[in-house]
């Protein structure tokens, strides 16, 4: 979790290089940025107050603390308890609001209007997320308790590794597939990917995340972009667990099946980026409630098998 997230921007940023018919950046290229702006110095604005500096390093603690409750691969998570599912959720929250009160913070009109649609496609994302959680730990919960991880479902650990106990006869892949798609959609909305987002603009009507850490530099613009980086490989670590479920006798090749499986979906993501463009922002609303209708529909055709 520390140093694999930000090979994933790597990874995306070739196969959008491929795509459009460059050779692109270094894999590396972004632990490159990353040491570079730790080096630098910081140009801090007059208006801002400690709100401003705290932003940034209380953003990143919280998704770290957010990913020791996920389990990677076939690994329990570090930190696992009964509603875990419900602090990894609102740790993205406490994230998000810092990171918006950091924006808003400078006294600038154009981060406030970043920090605005940030949290108003947020009241759609988070919905899909926990309709996702209750689908999955309504198949945990279908489970004997004998072959449960832990004692209760309401653990993410549980839920995630629930799919590997089932016979594959009864694994219910509908569910599954809908919950992939309405995760990996809140994974494209949370980390400001295409078609919700585009990292790489300046335009005042397109951008989301972008314009609220402009007035950021050298090492806070660095735990901005790492923050964002451990974001991805959290929130890609548990689609891949739906998409993918997997258990080997031998944990060195887990390891390396998770590495692949992070990678994987990090390069898909670099294709939706290459093959379609950002949504209008009026049109980023369906498809966020779209996410939160396949994850309903997936926990009601659980409820009703």
Not at 143 to 159: D, G, I, K, N, R
Not at 168 to 188: R, S, T
Request: hydrophobic letters at 60%.
């Amino acid at each position: 979790m520390l140093l694999l997230p930000p090979l994933l921007l790597g990874v995306i940023n070739r196969v959008k290089a491929l795509f459009a018919g460059r050779q692109g950046p270094p894999l590396m290229q972004p632990y490159y940025d990353l040491a570079r702006l730790m080096r630098k110095g910081l140009v801090i604005s007059g208006a801002t107050t400690w709100v401003f500096r705290a932003g940034p390093v209380i953003t990143l603690s919280a998704v770290l603390l957010a990913g020791l409750l996920v389990p990677f691969g076939p690994f329990d998570a570090p930190i696992s308890f009964t509603g875990d599912l419900i602090l990894f959720a609102y740790l993205f929250g406490v994230a998000r609001f810092f990171t918006t009160s950091a924006a808003l913070d400078t006294g600038s009109a154009f981060e406030g209007l970043g920090a605005a649609r940030e949290v108003t496609f947020a009241c759609l994302a988070e919905p899909a997320l926990f309709l996702a959680f209750l689908a999955l730990a309504k198949l945990a919960g279908a489970l004997p308790a004998a072959m449960l991880a832990t004692a209760t479902p309401l653990s993410l650990t549980t839920m995630f590794h629930a799919p590997w106990n089932m016979p594959a006869a009864q694994l219910p892949v509908a569910a599954i597939v809908l919950v992939a798609v309405g995760l990996f959609i809140v994974l494209l909305a949370e980390n400001c990917r295409i078609p919700v987002d585009d990292p790489n603009t300046h335009l005042e009507l397109t951008m989301i995340h972008e314009v609220m850490v402009l007035d950021h530099s050298g090492p806070l613009l660095g735990i901005v972009l790492y923050g964002a980086a451990v974001k991805l490989f959290v929130l890609a670590a548990l689609v891949g667990h739906v998409i993918a479920p997997y258990h080997t006798p031998w944990p060195a090749l887990d390891w390396a099946l998770f590495a692949a499986q992070v990678l994987g979906l990090a390069a898909l993501i670099g294709v939706v980026e290459s093959v379609m463009a950002r949504l209008q922002m009026r049109h980023v609303p369906m498809l966020l409630i779209a996410a939160c209708l396949l994850c309903g529909l997936a926990f009601l055709s659980l409820f009703l098998r």
